[in-house]
């Protein structure tokens, strides 16, 4: 009685490495945005079957997480020996809302993730310090590092919807422009009926009914920390 051998061959683990698939992840979601990323577009991308990826990654929700991770090490963090809380501040959400705009996906995922890491901790933990080595109590401290990570979210909504629309209109071309055209145009019209907003619109400088003011970010940060200083100083 012969026995019929029967080889199994197993498949090589990938020579891709997690640093290369999150890079690679960051740059499809910065071109994408959330709806375009998955494991095919990254594995072409990566010039890799897809089933390789989940040699370093679970699943599309922990490559989110990871990528988050990784643009949130981009975030500098002030010296706090070297420069007051409110200069502190300012430099740590001008830079949080640059994050925002150079990656608007990230708010999206802000949306339907619940996100953590390393970096994001780094972050926030040094965001409490600021506010607690100027004086504010710890519930102080964390009611004013929400109120101005909520404002700088709130900010960047429209950058990331501003290049959502953006890729439609390159992926649709002709007709998703003129749809928009339609749009503003309409909301434009219905603008015109109420005095304040028609006394901006027929102004020389006045650019769409929906552009934001110039320096609006900035000045609106500075306000917000006027008040928190009128709380710590009471």
Not at 43 to 67: E, I, P, Q
Not at 120 to 127: G, L, N, P, T, Y
Not at 218 to 227: A, R, W
Request: with cysteine; hydrophobic share 45%; aromatic share 8%.
């Amino acid at each position: 009685m012969c026995k019929t051998l029967r080889t199994v061959s197993v498949m090589p683990r990938d020579t891709l490495t997690r640093d290369q698939i999150v890079h690679t992840a960051v740059a499809l979601l910065d071109a994408e945005g959330l709806e375009g990323l998955n494991m095919r577009a990254l594995g072409k991308r990566l010039d890799s079957a897809a089933t390789a990826v989940y040699w370093h990654v679970k699943n599309k929700d922990n490559l989110v997480l990871l990528a988050t991770d990784q643009v949130w090490g981009e975030l500098e963090l002030p010296d706090l020996d070297a420069v007051d809380w409110r200069t502190a501040t300012t430099a740590m959400a001008v830079d949080l809302y640059g994050m925002f705009t150079r990656h608007p996906w990230l708010v999206q995922a802000f949306a339907a993730h619940v996100l953590y890491g390393e970096g994001k901790a780094r972050h926030d933990d040094h965001s409490l310090a600021v506010y607690e080595a100027a004086g504010f109590t710890r519930d102080q401290a964390d009611q004013a590092a929400s109120a101005v990570f909520t404002y700088v979210l709130g900010n960047a909504a429209g950058v990331a919807a501003t290049a959502s629309l953006t890729r439609k209109l390159t992926r649709d071309d002709t007709a998703a422009e003129e749809q928009f055209q339609d749009a503003m145009a309409k909301a434009q019209e219905i603008a015109m009926r109420y005095p304040h907003l028609r006394a901006r619109l027929e102004t020389p400088a006045a650019a769409t009914y929906a552009a934001a003011p110039d320096q609006a970010f900035e000045v609106g940060l500075q306000i917000l920390l006027d008040g928190l200083e009128q709380q710590v100083a009471a």
